[in-house]
């Protein structure tokens, strides 16, 4: 599994962005799709994700302001990013979930950054 992330960028406070990830390969179901982030001198954190099934997941921080949406057949994930605040600003990873052997993969990770 491959991932391939897009959309990121430099935004100002209040903005908005859309990042993209798409997963290539074969001979492979993805359960869990998603993003998570990661800041200067901090943890890798979950940001947002969401199951084959639909069932999502969203870090406190971001509840209300970001929205994840993924299309099973085409393996893509996206997450729509609104009212920005510097505080989200971060590398994101889009990470993906195999159904059969819960192995995690990971993308090379997009920079966002929120400021003025």
């Known amino acids: 599994v491959q991932l391939q992330a897009s959309g990121g960028g430099l935004v100002q406070p209040g903005g908005s962005l859309r990042l993209s990830c798409a997963a290539s390969?074969?001979?492979?179901?993805?359960?869990?799709m998603g993003w998570y982030r990661q800041a200067p001198g901090k943890q890798r954190r979950l940001v947002a994700t969401?199951?084959?099934?639909?069932?999502?997941n969203y870090a406190d921080s971001v509840k209300g302001r970001f929205t994840i949406s993924r299309d099973n057949a085409k393996n893509t994930v996206l997450l729509q990013m609104n009212s920005l605040k510097p505080d989200d600003t971060a590398v994101y990873y889009c990470?993906?979930?195999?159904?059969?052997?819960?192995?995690?993969?990971w993308g090379k990770g997009t920079q966002v950054t929120v400021s003025s």
């Open positions: 990470n993906a979930v195999r159904f059969d052997n819960g192995v995690n993969y």
């Open positions: 390969g074969s001979g492979f179901v993805i359960n869990v």
């Open positions: 969401m199951s084959k099934s639909g069932s999502t």
